[in-house]
């Protein structure tokens, strides 16, 4: 599958950074390693894939990927935010969920500047797509 | 701003640049983006941000502290008095169910859970006694209420306020920044509930562009000017699941117990409430052309962009000279269509 990377890698620390809340949720241990989990296909086939890595039992590394039915690399990603999450429960899945909005967002403001629109409208945005990927990743991982 | 400098020359302006603020967070379930000019925008902001996340732990069903969680398992023999921004969407959640006969109906919650949470989850469908099973409770007459702020759900009846709460929430945003004095703001919740606060700081229209269905990059088939109103869009992408071949949308018809199947890619309302325009458009979207545009005939508090199967666009009388079509090259059509002097 030819793969054409162009999701940007976040940390968690820089993510927790950003998120502006760095405590208050609970200690998880898990196992090292890289860990692959899918998001359902949307309308037209495509999917997110979450790659976590694992290292001495802390996330190290949570990448975001869409893929095209084809196997193609979909030029979207979500989410740019930086905001609250209030379900502490899933509070480091539910931060690698709304990282992973991240450049969807930018691309929403780049469209917008090139359609010289000030917003743009349609059906809701859900970020279950990329809390259900998340979830696949760290299901296997937990100790 | 621009003001006259009576110290120097009659002719000078001097021009200050507005003061501008901006933020995009998480809630909802969604994205939200907010933008708010002027003197007092930094304020103007975080009381949008504030009422946005308290309205998300109020109304969210999913929330185990939220009165909407608490009203549905109240059980049904005592009334729950709920917070007054509670009882204010709910009654408009009502006042909207009965002038759509039940079309947009917030008791559907049982058959959200079947399809949007469980099926998408599982990727299982559900099969025909559940569907029955959910669709005995899914009825708007099944909430009642005493008038004063009190509540009790009657056969099961689980309340989702899905399809009203982010334009409620638009509603309330844009009266907090008018008693702030921030009078040119752009909300966005989702990118499917917009309100425009008064007009640019130039004194001109907000320009929405509406979005492409099916296209890899974000494209618009047409814009829409607006000033001081709310435009909200339903459409049967972004949530959805494939199951055999066939593509299962979140836009569910109470009649049928399955995502609607109308003829319709999406539906925008723009009315001077944000309630309204997102209950009205997913209505509209279940309803169908024809009947949508019966609705529209009879209610006339709104106008719409349709946008069917196979994308034609529609647009009533009023609103045409507020949009402008962008489509042509995306395969989009905007017939002049002789449905408006029937």
């Known amino acids: ?143 | 701003m621009h003001f006259f400098d009576e110290g120097k020359e009659s002719t000078m302006t001097v021009t200050i640049a507005e003061e501008k603020a901006e933020k995009i967070f998480c809630a909802m379930g969604t994205l939200m983006s907010f933008t708010v000019y002027g003197a007092y925008a930094q304020e103007a902001l975080k009381a949008a941000e504030a009422i946005t996340v308290k309205l998300d732990n109020l109304l969210a069903r999913t929330k185990p502290d939220g009165e909407i969680t608490r009203l549905n398992h109240s059980g049904g023999k005592d009334w729950t008095k709920v917070q007054e921004d509670t009882d204010s969407v709910l009654r408009e959640a009502l006042r909207y169910a009965e002038k759509t006969q039940g079309v947009y109906d917030p008791s559907i919650g049982a058959l959200v859970d079947l399809w949007n949470v469980k099926a998408r989850r599982e990727k299982n469908l559900p099969d025909l006694k559940e569907i029955r099973c959910a669709l005995a409770s899914c009825d708007y007459r099944n909430i009642e209420t005493n008038h004063a702020g009190g509540y009790r759900i009657q056969h099961g009846a689980s309340i989702d306020l899905g399809g009203i709460g982010k334009g409620y929430a638009a509603d309330r945003i844009c009266a907090l920044c008018r008693e702030r004095d921030a009078l040119s703001a752009l909300f966005s919740l989702g990118t499917s509930s917009i309100a425009a606060l008064g007009s640019k700081p130039d004194g001109s229209a907000w320009k929405i562009g509406l979005r492409a269905v099916g296209t890899d990059n974000i494209e618009c088939f047409g814009v829409v000017h607006l000033k001081d109103q709310f435009l909200s869009t339903s459409g049967d992408y972004e949530q959805g699941f494939v199951k055999n071949g066939h593509r299962y949308h979140h836009i569910l018809d109470k009649r049928s117990g399955y995502p609607a199947e109308s003829g319709l890619r999406s539906v925008t309302v723009i009315a001077n409430s944000g309630a309204m325009s997102e209950a009205y458009s997913t209505a509209l979207f279940v309803m169908g052309l024809d009947k949508a545009l019966d609705f529209h005939q009879r209610e006339g508090e709104f106008e719409m962009i349709v946008v069917t199967s196979d994308s034609h666009v529609i647009c009533t009388p009023k609103l045409q000279e507020m949009f402008e079509f962008t489509g042509e090259t995306l395969g989009y059509e905007y017939p002049q269509y002789e449905l408006f002097r029937r």
């Open chain 1, 1 to 143: 599958m030819k793969r054409n990377l162009i999701s940007m890698i976040f940390t968690l620390a820089f993510t927790l950074q950003l998120m502006g809340c760095n405590n208050s949720y609970r200690d998880v241990t898990y196992k090292d390693g890289v860990y692959i989990g899918k998001s359902s296909e949307d309308d037209l086939g495509a999917y997110g894939e979450v790659r976590i890595t694992i290292e001495e039992g802390s996330i190290a590394e949570c990448e975001y990927v869409t893929w095209q039915k084809d196997g193609s690399i979909k030029d979207e990603n979500y989410g740019k935010v930086n905001g609250e999450i209030s379900n502490q429960d899933y509070y480091d899945k539910a931060q690698l969920a709304v990282k992973a909005m991240t450049q969807y967002a930018e691309k929403l403001v780049e469209a917008q500047s090139l359609k010289g629109v000030d917003a743009i409208s349609g059906a809701t945005i859900s970020y279950s797509q990329f809390v259900e990927a998340v979830n696949n990743a760290l299901d296997q991982v937990q100790e």
